[in-house]
């Protein structure tokens, strides 16, 4: 310690630092707050993304299987198809009314009916729906999807799928079940779509929203609720 130097002059560099730490740190938080839009909107697009391969392979697997057989369903199944690709093809990063989700899993379960025939029963319950409630795009499809080829395909009788949609408290309820039997990796994919949706409800609406399945009485049933809004946040 230098005898005759001032007090101050050791006090200014040390504020001066802390001054540009403050400055740097918030500069770095700002930013963050900046990028996480684009990255969550990023994530949801690639989570998008990972749907259309497998929904389009089955569909068109489907569709081959009446070309010899059947012509002419196979020809409005292709027109079907084509309707439900240009949705694929649409920016899904949005929400959508969920009245508008139960039109192209009808649209998907119309194809896959061509393909099992009655094999494949399904009931929908959606007659208390509020039909302008918005979901994350592409929410309801993967999941009747997977209800027909882990839940149906694997049943040698096939079964029924069921979906309830239901609307009350200010919160939108979907309900789906399938048969369910145990047969290793035939059931591995649906972990995966499950994550998927999970993280785009994660996504848009955080912890407003929640998606839980369990199997029960031979029965795989997914749940999911979340908000009831009409306009996007």
Known sequence: MFPDQAPDSVARPAFFVLFVTGVTLAY???????????????????????????????????????????PKRAERALEDLADLFRVLMADNRSLAPIGKEIDIARQYLAIE????????????????????????????????????????????????????????????????????KASGDHHAGNKMALANIRERLQLHFDAEASMQSRVADGTYEVTIRLPYITTPR
């Open 113 to 180: 009916e061509l393909r099992l025939g009655e094999r494949l029963r399904v009931s929908w319950r959606v007659a208390s729906m509020c039909a302008d409630a918005l979901v994350p795009a592409l929410l309801l499809q993967p999941l009747v999807e997977n209800a027909v080829y882990h839940g149906i395909e694997p049943a040698e009788g096939g079964g029924e799928v069921a979906i309830e949609v239901t609307c009350s408290g200010g919160e939108l309820a979907i309900r789906l079940t399938n048969p369910f």
């Open 28 to 70: 770095f938080d700002l930013r963050a707050r900046a990028l996480t839009p684009a990255i969550a909107e990023a994530r949801i697009a690639a989570l998008q993304a990972r749907i259309r391969p497998h929904f389009l392979y089955n569909s068109i697997n489907a569709v081959l299987s009446l070309i010899r057989s059947e």
